[in-house]
């Protein structure tokens, strides 16, 4: 199953993590240079993961002081994650999202706009104008 599978892989990722930070002093050191140059590093250095519950949506998901604290930011959630994510207004229990911890300005703002300009939507419909967004 590719949740399970993604799960595990952010968790192999995230134990790696930890174990090198956990090694002895005869180790060589890692420069903060190589570190970030990693894309395993960098994803878990800005992104972290949201685990959907039942009653879940976007729009509270991305409400969440943990998250964004701003539920019209609910757009940055599906565009970082539109590869798991076949329509906005559909999430299931269990799904895990990659949450963007230091989106830019100017994302932050397309988002937003999108948020207040989408229009009406349909359940099970993705709407043209989340394709356009997600084009972007």
Same mark, same amino acid.
């Given at each position: ?39 395993? &590093?960098?994803?878990?250095?800005? +992104?972290?993961? !949201?685990?959907?519950?039942?009653? /879940?949506?976007?729009?509270?998901? *991305? ?19 539109? &590869?798991?994510?076949?329509?906005? +207004?559909?999430? !299931?229990?269990?799904?895990?999202? /990659?949450?963007?911890?230091?989106? *830019? ?32």
């Amino acid at each position: 199953m590719k949740i399970k599978s993604d799960l595990k892989t952010y968790l192999l990722i995230l134990a790696a993590g930890i174990f090198a930070g956990c090694t002895g002093s005869s180790e060589k050191e890692e420069t903060p240079e190589a570190v970030t140059s990693t894309p395993a &590093a960098t994803a878990t250095q800005s +992104d972290s993961a !949201y685990q959907v519950e039942r009653g /879940d949506s976007l729009w509270g998901i *991305s409400g969440k002081a943990e998250v964004y604290a701003n539920p019209y930011q609910w757009p940055l959630i599906y565009k970082k994650n539109s &590869a798991k994510i076949n329509d906005a +207004d559909l999430i !299931y229990p269990g799904q895990v999202f /990659d949450i963007d911890n230091n989106p *830019s300005s100017s994302e932050v703002s397309a988002a937003v706009n999108h948020a207040k300009t989408r229009g009406s939507w349909s359940i099970g419909v993705v709407e043209a104008s989340d394709e356009v967004y997600l084009a972007r």
